[in-house]
């Protein structure tokens, strides 16, 4: 006969378990703690911030759902509306909003992939599966749980909640892109959290930041960048 959780006993391993779970949901110590050692994971390698993620919910008793992974509409809707839309967005973003910024019409710092067939397809891996899903899940599934937790689920809450996860997400992208890294990823992090919060679901923004991330390594590799940067501002 199993003992409901808040009948056992302190020493036993299941109350115990129920501790560790409890505070990891928090924001003590524990809870905090556990918050920078996920936010810090992908400085060691990516996706290790995405896994860090999921084992926490699983030691914290966390429901996927919490998280985002709730099952989509439909997955024909999501690839139907995801594949373009992220098309769209990057080369949105390239012809408009980056000479805006007055970035640079190439991205030196990826500018290797030009013309590299092995070193785009493995980038194409990298985007797909540390981008796409890896970075949706640390700054959409993730971070918008723990500030629910936080803020709550009112309407002021979310914008705050698009709002500062953008910011980090921007912010995430100095080390290899420097200034202009940060304000695309500051945008589209604008995007991405809106479409999360407003679906509900996280397969809906993978979707779009895979497709962005893999027009952006088309771009890269067919040497169109210049092209699309002045298709508008000369």
């Known amino acids: 006969m199993s003992v409901p959780p808040h009948q056992r006993d302190v020493g036993t391993?299941?109350?115990v378990s129920d501790q560790v779970a409890k505070q990891l949901r928090g924001f003590g110590l524990l809870g905090l703690l556990s918050l920078a050692v996920i936010l810090s994971g992908n400085l060691i390698v990516a996706p290790l911030s995405a896994l860090l993620v999921l084992v926490w919910a699983r030691v914290?008793?966390?429901p996927w759902r919490s998280l985002g992974f709730t099952?989509?509409?439909s997955w024909i809707?999501?690839?139907a509306i995801g594949v373009p839309f992220g098309i769209a967005l990057k080369l949105g973003?390239?012809?408009v909003v980056m000479p805006l910024f007055g970035a640079p019409?190439?991205?030196q710092h990826y500018h290797y992939l030009a013309g590299n067939a092995p070193a785009a397809l493995g980038m194409l891996f990298t985007v797909i599966v540390s981008a796409g899903v890896g970075e949706e899940?640390?700054?959409?599934g993730f971070l918008f749980e723990r500030l629910r937790k936080?803020?709550?689920a009112s309407g002021v809450a979310a914008v705050v909640t698009v709002l500062l996860t953008s910011g980090l997400f921007a912010v995430a992208h100095f080390r290899d892109q420097r200034l202009p890294g940060v304000e695309q990823a500051a945008v589209a992090g604008l995007v991405y959290g809106t479409v999360y919060a407003v679906e509900g679901s996280l397969w809906l923004p993978m979707v779009v930041h895979a497709a962005f991330d893999i027009t952006a390594v088309a771009l890269i590799y067919w040497q169109w960048e210049s092209a699309v940067a002045h298709l508008i501002f000369r």
């Open 105 to 107: 019409a190439v991205n």
């Open 60 to 62: 914290s008793q966390t």
């Open 77 to 79: 809707r999501t690839f």
């Open 150 to 152: 936080l803020l709550g």
């Open 93 to 95: 973003m390239k012809a």
């Open 71 to 73: 099952p989509p509409r």
């Open 13 to 15: 391993p299941g109350a």
């Open 137 to 140: 899940i640390l700054f959409r």
